[in-house]
């Protein structure tokens, strides 16, 4: 895998898609389905040849990621960038424990690669296919003494269709905080290089702007 700053930008800003999906979900009870499309489909992605090939291959399916990542780096202004960030940042977190826990990294593994004839049979966006996903966090990652604390509308968050997004995007997140370790990302480099990755991120998110346009 390169270990490229594009690369890691690349992997950074599907966390952040994830984390400000969640954000979205919690809040809203929606987010942009071809979003959501792409951080669901990362999960299955385990032989790319890329990193931008864990997320379709364009850079316009990661348009939000990249311009959350921007912003959110450069300012948190608003409420809803400082809960973005601390979900990233602790998406991070657990995905370094995680891949302490080799025994739970091959149980997440081999149970996304089951969940992958659910996905080919009725596409990324079912709710079967999310419930399994969800499932899959909940019995694995959600067991560690740190967790995610989602917050967002008490009556959003309690409808089971949410609650599973919410569940399956944070796996999503894990994901792409694997590949970002993997292409060299480190925590100590937020702060170090934070310049660095959001002028990169900046320019890819103007890429992915004009690719949607084109």
């Not at 389905?33 to 999960?43: C, K, Q």
């Not at 780096?73 to 991070?92: F, G, I, M, P, T």
């Not at 419930?131 to 968050?157: C, H, K, W």
């Not at 997004?165 to 370790?181: F, P």
Request: proline share 1%; aromatic share 6%.
């Amino acid at each position: 895998m390169s270990r490229t700053l594009y690369d890691q930008t690349i992997a950074l800003a599907g966390v952040f898609q994830a984390a400000a999906q969640v954000q979205q979900v919690a809040h809203n009870g929606q987010c942009a389905e071809s979003s959501f499309e792409t951080s669901i489909r990362s999960l299955f992605a385990t032989d790319p040849e890329t990193t931008l090939d864990v997320y379709g291959g364009e850079l316009k399916d990661l348009r939000e990621g990249l311009t959350t990542l921007a912003n959110v780096l450069s300012q948190q202004s608003k409420q809803q960038d400082v809960q973005v960030l601390r979900y990233a940042l602790n998406l991070v977190h657990l995905e370094s424990k995680l891949n302490r826990s080799k025994d739970m990294m091959s149980i997440v593994g081999n149970r996304i690669d089951q969940a992958r004839h659910t996905a080919s049979h009725f596409g990324y966006l079912h709710s079967n296919l999310i419930a399994n996903l969800a499932s899959v966090y909940a019995d694995t990652i959600s067991t560690f003494r740190m967790r995610i604390q989602v917050t967002g509308e008490p009556t959003i968050l309690q409808q089971e269709e949410n609650a599973a997004r919410v569940r399956a995007l944070l796996l999503a997140g894990i994901r792409s905080a694997v590949l970002w370790r993997q292409s060299g990302g480190r925590r100590w480099q937020l702060i170090c290089n934070r310049r660095k990755v959001i002028a990169m991120a900046r320019d890819l998110a103007e890429k992915a702007n004009r690719a949607v346009y084109d």
